[in-house]
Each structure stands twice: as structure tokens, then as C-alpha cells.
């Protein structure tokens, strides 16, 4: 399996249009240009939530599989507590979840991405998507 992957690492002062720029000149270099607009999305929303609801360092990578199936993870780390990703499906499930003027990013993560997740780690946790090729 040919993988090319590339560990982008931000602080909490760098803004996720600066992030997203840089995302989206490396997947140009990798000729996956077709996953820019879903995975700029996907990156804005895992960033401004670690920024807004972590705690420093914050980091982003990603990484693009070529091969058997070609699919882009998108991964940002922080320093905070990880979540519980059943409590996070089940509230947008409660009629009060149309009500609510925040809480729509991962609600779009979930929609662009073919799965994602939350993974605690020895310093933080990992919030991490992953996105297969737009069909067309």
C-alpha cells in the first residue's frame, strides 16, 4: 500500500485558514486536488473545536492512501479529554438538537466524512476523519 502522509503542527495562534491553505497546497503536490473542498471543511471544523474546546499544543496531520482504495485521514490532536462519539450521534438525534446555536461541526464532519472518530492518547486525544473520493 502506497501511503504519502505529512504532520502539520499548529499552535493555537495559527488560524484554521492558514490550516486549511496549507492542507489543500499539499494535496495539490499529492494530485488529490478532488478531496480539497470536503477535507478544508472537515479540518476548519476538527480545528476551531480543539482550539475552542481543548488545550494546547494543538496538532494537525494527514495522511493520503493511494492504494487498494484511495482515502485522505484528516487527524487534529490536542492536549483536552477525549468524548464519547455515542453521546455526540445521540444528541443530534433529540428533537432540542435544531434549537441549538452551536454543536453543527462535527454534525458536518459526520456527513462529509466516511467515518470518524475520537481517540484518547497518553497526552490528549486524537479527533480523526477520514475521506474517500467525491463521486463524479
Known sequence: MKRDSSRLSYDSAEPAGAVRDDLCAHLARWQAEEFAND???????????????????????????????????????????????????????????????????????????SRWGDEPTGDGHTVWAVLDPPDG
Open 39 to 113: 477535507a478544508s471543511v472537515v479540518v476548519s471544523e476538527l480545528l476551531s473545536n480543539a482550539l475552542r474546546h481543548g488545550r494546547p499544543p494543538v496538532r494537525v496531520a494527514c495522511a493520503l492512501r493511494r492504494s487498494p482504495d484511495r482515502a485522505l485521514r484528516i487527524e487534529v490532536a490536542d492536549a483536552g479529554a477525549s468524548f464519547d462519539t455515542t453521546l455526540v450521534r445521540a444528541r443530534w438525534r433529540h428533537p432540542s438538537f435544531t434549537l441549538e446555536e452551536s454543536g453543527r461541526g462535527l454534525f458536518l464532519v459526520d456527513a462529509l466524512a
